[in-house]
C-alpha cells in the first residue's frame, strides 16, 4: 500500500512563492507518474501538473510560467514549486501516484492573500 505525505503549504501574499513536497512510500515510485492537484472551496478538484517517469511534464494552462514541478526518484518525493502566486491558486493541493493503482495524499491548504 503506496502513503502519500504532503507538506509545504501556508499562507503567503500575492506574488509571493511556496515550495511544495510530496513523499511516497513503497517502491514502485521510480515507474509511477507523479502529480498536483489542487481543489478550492465549491469547485471540483483540478490538474496543476504532471511529471511521468521518464521527466517529462505537463501543466495547466493556469500556472504555466509560474510553477515548476520536479521529482527525485532516490527520495520517492516530487516538488511543485510555485512562483507569482495570486490569490485564486488558494486551494488544498493533493499529491497523486499512478501506475500501478491511484493513490492520494490528504492534501496541504495553500492560502495566497491580495
Known amino acids: 500500500q503506496v502513503q502519500l505525505v504532503e507538506s509545504g503549504g501556508g499562507l503567503v501574499q500575492a506574488g509571493g512563492s511556496l515550495r511544495l513536497s510530496c513523499v511516497a512510500s513503497?517502491?514502485?515510485?521510480?515507474?509511477?507518474?507523479m502529480a498536483w492537484y489542487r481543489q478550492a472551496p465549491g469547485r471540483q478538484r483540478e490538474l496543476v501538473a504532471r511529471i511521468f517517469s521518464a521527466g517529462s511534464t505537463n501543466y495547466a494552462d493556469s500556472v504555466k510560467g509560474r510553477f515548476t514541478i520536479s521529482r527525485d526518484n532516490a527520495k520517492n518525493a516530487v516538488f511543485l514549486q510555485m512562483n507569482s502566486l495570486k490569490p485564486e491558486d488558494t486551494a488544498v493541493y493533493y499529491c497523486q501516484q499512478t501506475g500501478p493503482g491511484i493513490y492520494w495524499g490528504q492534501g496541504t491548504q495553500v492560502t495566497v492573500s491580495s
Open positions: 513503497g517502491n514502485i515510485f521510480s515507474i509511477s507518474t
